[in-house]
């Protein structure tokens, strides 16, 4: 026999006790963004001088996106408190981690450590720099105000 407890999403270690072996999927409104790239979040764009397009999806731990970098440019140097793993789908260039140059190209993976000064540099004068961005600031947003990031002036 079975029971169902159900765990407020806010929980606390006292409640580690009431932890269920049975888990009912609770499947949310929305589970697919299509045609990501055609839905630039204009502001945050703006302000990070470069395209952004944010997966407005229910996660609650994992957020991710879609950059493009126009040729021979770059984003603005920027930091979070939010770790970042990002995949380079198209193009070539380099970012610069807390002073330290990390060259990058098509099929490469970067990471980019919790408020640590960061900035990405598309080197091709012909080619748009496309990647994809994983990070997991709704995570620090669901525990609760501990999501900080800051753009250089």
Request: aromatic share 10%; with cysteine.
């Amino acid at each position: 026999m079975s029971t169902e407890t159900k765990i407020d999403t806010r929980a606390t270690s006292a409640e580690f006790g009431k932890t269920t072996d049975h888990v009912k999927v609770k499947m949310p409104d929305k589970v697919i963004v299509h045609q990501l790239e055609k839905q630039l979040n204009s502001s945050y764009s703006e302000e990070r001088q470069c395209s952004v397009s944010i997966a407005d999806l229910p996660s609650y731990t994992v957020g991710v996106d879609i950059t493009s970098i126009q040729p021979s440019s770059n984003d603005r140097n920027h930091r979070h408190y939010y770790e970042a793993l990002i995949f380079f789908l198209e193009g070539s260039g380099y970012s610069v981690i807390e002073g330290e140059r990390v060259e990058w190209e098509a099929g490469d993976a970067l990471y980019i450590p919790p408020w640590s000064w960061h900035q990405h540099f598309n080197t091709d004068p012909d080619k748009v720099v496309r990647y994809l961005c994983g990070t997991n600031a709704p995570l620090l947003q669901s525990v609760g105000e501990i999501d900080y990031r800051e753009e250089a002036v």
